[in-house]
């Protein structure tokens, strides 16, 4: 075959496209503008202690479940090393003075929240039921055969997170605390549409972990399967155009100049940053309108903290802090109100340390806070810069202080980063966490097709399908089944798995 397929951006996303591409006999070539591979699954270290920037919990991979099958299928299980959360508690919610556990199994789960809720038992069985339900009704989601377009039913797509908790519950607080995850998609009220939510939080109920050692394994066991593949992956190459003739596009030129051409053309970055890229009548206006209007998820500030050698013991869940009792409001925040809300966790250095060397606490943050140093060089925004994130940080870890007394006086120092460093070092539009605001009341609007206007060239990421690890998985075998065949994709996914 040796078809050629050009992808810009080596995020998770077209990572896993030029595996399935190579493996299947397509002569893939990445193109990634920055120094690290991986988009958010880039981590940094500093004095020996390495920090993950967007991949700190993952799902779903115990024997049989969907993220082990897809990470067998990438041969991924051999290179990424896990450390299960604490099963009985994997989320802990704070909120209005108290604390509500999470926990992986059924009876656990609701168990575990009946207790503070308990004349809401049933309904908090329901809410297990219809999460699990949504997820399994996704013919991808449980490698079921596509046989129609329709990968999602459309009464989650057109229905709201929001309003399927309120319809799941009368009481107050438990709406909060079944809300409570909402960092993990930015969600808004009325507005996040069910399956978001519940895809999400299905896919932790099953079994949740984090990553030993640090997220950029995934990226360089992908890397590394695609160069032995006979593909190639280059760095600092930034694609400054997409080049097209009269009916497709032939090749990207490169920042410094260069060109490649290719038969076929996979976009990793954000939909509005691939349009940025095409000067062609072939996207017609109405299209670069639309996609262009389309707003965006908040971004976050965060503080990596490292710690003073054996003091903090490691803990295994995820901290999700609300100071305001209407978990759904606290992207809505003023100077003197921030942060609202915040979510802390340990990062994982081995599978079995007993001690923390590091972790991290992010809370959202208005891109408008720092758009006055866009453009700035990074290391070099300037004093006033590093005043503003040091104030933020120190508010942060006051209100971290709060909820976890021992942590202010075993931080050894600490980095921040800001909207502007999403935007730097991934290329999301504001620095948005997980992209396009997907909005129920604008269903078709919202969703990005994998397809464009050009017939040859296709997108991949966190803005198809859905975002975060199995999010961005599921929507790498919808664009590579574009080539492929998605049944095809299916069955191979099957076949390798214990030969299915
Ligand atoms: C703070 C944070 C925490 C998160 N935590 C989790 C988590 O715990 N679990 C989970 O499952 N998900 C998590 N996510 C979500 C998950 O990380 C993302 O959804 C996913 O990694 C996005 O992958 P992507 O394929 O869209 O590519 P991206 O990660 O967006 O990568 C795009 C790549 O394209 C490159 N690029 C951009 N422009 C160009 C150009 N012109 N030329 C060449 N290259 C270019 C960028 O440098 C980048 O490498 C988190 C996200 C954030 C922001």
Redesign the pocket.
Known sequence: MDKHVVI???????LTCGYILAKNGYRVSM????AQ??????TFTRHGVKYE??????GSMEEGQALHRLFNYLSLLPDVKLRPLDKKAYDIVSIAGQRFSFANEKEDFIQALAQHFPGERDNIWRYYQTVKDVANDSPLYSFRYKDSLTLLNPSYVKHSASEFIEEITPDPLLRQVLAANLP?YAGIPHKTPLYIHALIRDFYHKSAYRIAGGSDAIARSLTRSICSMGGEVHRY????RINCNDVRATGVTLKNGEEISGDYFIS???PQ?TLS?LHTPLIRKSYRDRILGLKNTIS?F?VYIRFKKNRVPYFNSNLYHYNETDVWNCAHYTEADWPKNFMYMHLCSSVDQPYADAGIV?AYMDFKEVARWQGTPIGRRGEAYDAFKQQKAERLLDELTKQMPDVRGNIERYYTSTPLT?LD????EDGS???ILRDCTEPVQTLISQRTKIANLFQ????INS??????IIGSIITSGELLGVNTLIEQIKKAYHNE
């Open positions: 810009i951006g080596s995020g998770l996303g077209g193109l990634e503008k920055n591979i991986g988009g958010c699954l880039q920037t967007g991949m700190h919990c993952i993990l190459a930034e694609v400054a990793n970055i954000h940053r890229l976050s965060t992010f999403y070092y991934t290329g999301t966490m997980y992209g991949v990421g966190q803005n975002h975060g690890i199995l999010g961005v």
